[in-house]
C-alpha cells in the first residue's frame, strides 16, 4: 500500500551534516506517524527520530537530541531528517518507516511501524 524510497545518504566527516529524505508513494501521507531508524553491523535496530502524523510532536533518541531534527512535508509527502554534527558512531543503514494511519502507538519503536523504506548508507568518517 505505502512504498517509502530514502535518500541523501552518504559519506561526511565527522562533524558535518547530512540531509535525508524520504518520499512515500500512495494516500494519507499526512495521517501516518513517520519515523527514522539505523541500524549499524553486528547491531540491532535503533530508533533514531519519529514525529507524528499531526507533526505537532517530534522524538529523538538521546543519542541523536540536539543534533538531529525531524520535519515533514505532506504537500511532497516527504519526511527529511536533518543532521548535524556527524560522529562516526551515527554510521549506519539509515531506514525510514511509516505508521499506519492515526496510530496511536508508541512511535519510538519499530514494531508501530507497518512501511519501510530500503535504507540509505550514511558513513562517517573521523
Known amino acids: 500500500q505505502v512504498q517509502l524510497v530514502e535518500s541523501g545518504g552518504g559519506l561526511v566527516q565527522a562533524g558535518g551534516s547530512l540531509r535525508l529524505s524520504c518520499v512515500a508513494s500512495?494516500?494519507?501521507?499526512?495521517?501516518?506517524?513517520m519515523g527514522w531508524f539505523r541500524q549499524a553491523p553486528g547491531k540491532e535496530r535503533e530508533f533514531v527520530a519519529a514525529?507524528?502524523?499531526?507533526?505537532?510532536?517530534?522524538n529523538y533518541a538521546d543519542s541523536v537530541k540536539a543534533r538531529f531534527f525531524i520535519e515533514r512535508d505532506n504537500a511532497k509527502n516527504t519526511v527529511y531528517l536533518q543532521m548535524n554534527s556527524l560522529k562516526p558512531e551515527d554510521t549506519a543503514v539509515f531506514y525510514c518507516?511509516?505508521?499506519?494511519?492515526?496510530?496511536?502507538?508508541?512511535?519510538?519503536?519499530?514494531?508501530?511501524?507497518?512501511?519501510w523504506g530500503q535504507g540509505t548508507q550514511v558513513t562517517v568518517s573521523s
Open positions: 518507516a511509516a505508521t499506519i494511519p492515526q496510530a496511536s502507538r508508541d512511535i519510538t519503536k519499530s514494531g508501530s511501524y507497518v512501511y
Open positions: 514525529i507524528s502524523w499531526s507533526g505537532g510532536n517530534t
Open positions: 500512495g494516500r494519507t501521507f499526512s495521517s501516518r506517524s
